[in-house]
């Protein structure tokens, strides 16, 4: 089946500090990668995706690079700021119903 | 911008009682999705809609939960009977395609279910 493993957080860093979250994935077929986001008391929102092998998706300064080879997505970002703090989800979706599987989840939270 | 509207924001319910979700996708989606997530662990697919029609309910526990988007725009889901187990947040998401395509998601804000 497919799934996606993701770091367990908290993941606490102090603003500006480089970040880095974990994703690896195991998939039936060629999937699409995203990172979603989910602000405190708010739905999650797209945050970047990827739909091939070398691709790099970017957004609000964060980047992730699909990686065939590695089964990765790893987020980062270079200089993290305070309202960066929410939990990021790995998702990808495969198949012909676009069908999403979530992990679990990384909760970030930046102090000043 | 047009989101995806969820009612109740919150519920709280006795076990073995009927509980019931409601969610209106963006105008124009065809697929729509019902997400559980219990707290602290990713959102978790129940049921799957691709207009009017069930594409995926694997995951979906068919002896007490069922869903329904009659006309192919807004869904009910449904629980009876409730069981303490069942204390989640019900998400809805909706994408305007979902045939082999990687379009986005777009989330509810969901229900936050209490079984008491």
């Known amino acids: 089946g497919n799934s996606v493993t993701q770091m367990e957080g908290p993941v606490t860093l102090s603003e500006e500090a480089f970040l880095t979250i974990n994703c690896t994935y195991t998939?039936?077929?060629?999937?699409?990668l995203f990172w979603y986001v989910q602000y405190p008391g708010e739905g999650l929102q797209l945050l970047l995706k990827a739909t091939k092998a070398d691709d790099k998706g970017s957004n609000k300064g964060f980047e992730a690079t699909y990686r065939k080879e590695t089964t990765s997505f790893h987020l980062e970002k270079g200089s993290v700021q305070v309202s960066d703090s929410a939990v990021y989800f790995c998702a990808l979706s495969v198949g012909g119903y676009q069908k999403v599987t979530f992990g679990t989840g990384t909760k970030l939270q930046v102090i000043p | 911008e047009a989101e995806v509207a969820q009612s109740p924001r919150y519920k709280i319910t006795e076990k073995s009682q009927a509980v019931a979700f409601w969610c209106d996708p963006i105008s124009g989606h065809a697929t729509l999705y019902w997400y559980r997530q219990i707290l602290g662990q990713g959102p978790e697919l129940l049921v799957q809609f691709q207009d009017e029609s069930v594409v995926d309910d694997s995951q979906l526990p068919k002896d007490r939960f069922s869903a329904e988007r009659l006309k192919g725009v807004d869904s009910t889901l449904k629980i009876q009977p409730a069981e303490l187990g069942d204390s989640a947040m019900y998400l809805c998401?909706?994408?305007?395609?979902?045939?082999?395509?990687?379009?986005?998601?777009?989330f509810g804000s969901g229900t936050q279910l209490s079984v008491l």
């Open positions: 998401a909706s994408s305007l395609v979902g045939t082999g395509t990687d379009e986005k998601l777009f």
């Open positions: 998939a039936t077929g060629y999937p699409s």
